[in-house]
T-cell receptor, first 112, second 108 residues
Framework: DSGVTQTPKHLITATGQRVTLRCSPR?????VYWYQQSLDQGLQFLIH???????AKGNILERFSAQQFPDLHSELNLSSLELGDSALYFC???????????FGQGTRLTVV | GIQVEQSPPDLILQEGANSTLRCNFS?????LQWFHQNPWGQLINLFY???GTKQNGRLSATTVATERYSLLYISSSQTTDSGVYFC??????????FGPGTRLSVLP
């Protein structure tokens, strides 16, 4: 158990819908990263939050947004979903920027 | 940005064999990690190794930061070692960049 909790584990939804993925970092970790892994692909960086502030954006679509709340949990919002958004979405947490990262179990999103 | 390469892309072994996986990176890093993604999709931390050598059971890793590469050694492989092995690096002030992975299949 990495200590990073992601919910839900699985999500099936229709095209055009909106979903919210949730991540609770390890206790005391201030940094949260979101990654997307499409089928048989590598991990693509989406966005990074540190102590509630957005610190970096990767190739995140405009239809996607995220935030980190005062209790340090983070949510990734995906809207106007397309078939191509089907993927594993991971979050990771670190105590400080760039230190050892621990990943959650991921949310497997299927858009039908 | 920093580029990360891994080799070989695919590896098939018989149970009990040894293997070496390589990760090359294009710039100085302040963090390097190895992960194992099992067939269920979970990413499992193997090593946090920005430099030096570490061992954990049948696995060991070495990072030579000055030459910009890291090696992951798997000895006496087991079927449960199957999956994809990723290295990920952090360049100072940047975010984790993952390599494309090495897909390992260990046959009984």
């Amino acid at each position: 158990d990495s200590g990073v909790t992601q919910t839900p584990k699985h999500l099936i939804t229709a095209t055009g819908q909106r979903v919210t993925l949730r991540c609770s970092p390890r206790s005391g970790d201030l940094s949260v990263y979101w990654y997307q892994q499409s089928l048989d692909q590598g991990l693509q960086f989406l966005i990074h939050y540190y102590n509630g502030e957005e610190r970096a954006k990767g190739n995140i679509l405009e239809r996607f947004s995220a935030q980190q709340f005062p209790d340090l949990h983070s949510e990734l919002n995906l809207s106007s979903l397309e078939l191509g958004d089907s993927a594993l979405y991971f979050c990771a947490s670190t105590p400080l920027w760039g230190t050892e990262a621990f990943f959650g179990q991921g949310t497997r999103l299927t858009v039908v | 940005g920093i580029q990360v390469e891994q080799s070989p892309p695919d590896l098939i072994l018989q149970e009990g064999a040894n293997s070496t996986l390589r990760c090359n990176f294009s710039d100085s890093v302040n963090n390097l990690q190895w992960f194992h993604q099992n067939p269920w999709g979970q990413l499992i931390n193997l090593f946090y190794i920005p430099s030096g050598t570490k061992q954990n059971g049948r696995l060991s890793a070495t990072t030579v930061a000055t030459e910009r590469y890291s090696l992951l050694y798997i000895s006496s492989s087991q079927t449960t070692d199957s999956g994809v092995y990723f290295c990920a690096v952090v360049n100072y002030g940047q975010n984790f960049v993952f390599g494309p992975g090495t897909r390992l299949s260990v046959l009984p």
